[in-house]
C-alpha cells in the first residue's frame, strides 16, 4: 500500500519527513499486516546518522515497519533548485550512512547511478542463491 510521498523541500530534512510519515500516515496501522517506506535520495541526511538510525529502530519496531532505501549518486553536491543542503558527504560517505540506517530499519539498501547499479541488497541475495545453486549442482 502506498501511503504517501515524503518531500523534504529543498533540504534533506529526513527526520521531519519520516515523522510526519508515522506519526500522521500511520496512525491507523493497526488496519494493516505490514508496511514499508521507500526514500528516495541522492544524498545525505541534514540529520547525524547515529540520531536518525536510533529513532528508525524505535519507529520500525513500534509499527512493525521497514526502511528501504534507493540512493542515486549524482555528480553535483547541489540540488536541482540549487540550494546547497546543511550536511554535504561522498557518495561512499552516503552509501555507508544509508546502510548503518536500513540495517537499523531491517530493510533493504540500494545505491545505483548513471554508470548503473553499484550494491543492492536484493542483487546480492539473488547472486548467493544463484551460487549457492551452482555449488549445490557442482557437488
Not at 83 to 112: D, L
Request: include cysteine.
Amino acid at each position: 500500500r502506498w501511503v504517501l510521498s515524503l518531500q523534504c523541500k529543498g533540504s534533506r530534512n529526513f527526520m521531519s519527513a519520516l515523522r510526519r510519515a508515522v506519526e500522521v500516515d500511520f496512525k491507523d496501522k493497526d488496519k494493516h499486516k505490514s508496511q514499508g517506506l521507500y526514500l528516495l535520495t541522492t544524498g545525505i541526511p541534514d540529520q547525524e546518522t547515529h540520531t536518525i538510525s536510533a529513532y528508525v529502530s524505535e519507529v520500525c519496531r513500534g509499527f512493525d515497519l521497514q526502511l528501504h532505501v534507493c540512493l542515486f549518486s549524482v555528480t553535483e553536491d547541489v540540488d536541482s533548485n540549487r540550494i546547497i543542503p546543511a550536511r554535504c558527504a561522498n557518495p561512499t560517505e552516503t552509501a555507508i550512512a544509508f546502510k548503518e540506517i536500513v540495517q537499523a530499519a531491517n530493510g533493504r539498501f540500494h545505491w545505483f547511478g548513471e554508470a548503473g547499479i553499484f550494491e543492492s541488497d536484493d542483487i546480492t541475495v539473488i547472486v548467493s542463491e544463484m551460487e549457492k545453486a551452482n555449488n549445490y549442482s557442482q557437488k
